[in-house]
């Protein structure tokens, strides 16, 4: 069962090769292969990919 963060459902994702940079508001993360994350449905972010792109997993569910 997906969580639910303030009553809207979550991606869970999955950075499976390659790196990119998660930015959501002012925090800046890196991320990188083997690195999950979690990321409300509808949130406002940006990506920034390395030179050599990457591949994520997501998984999500649609609202009830």
Not at 5 to 17: C, I, W
Not at 35 to 64: C, I, K, Q
Request: proline fraction near 3%; avoid cysteine.
């Amino acid at each position: 069962v997906m969580e639910l963060l303030d009553g809207e459902p979550l991606s869970k994702v999955l950075v499976a090769r390659g790196e990119f940079w998660l930015t959501e508001g002012e925090q800046v993360r890196h991320l990188q292969a083997g690195d999950r994350f979690e990321l409300a449905r509808e949130m406002p972010h940006a990506e920034r990919y390395g030179g050599e792109g990457a591949t994520s997993w997501v998984a999500r569910r649609n609202a009830a």
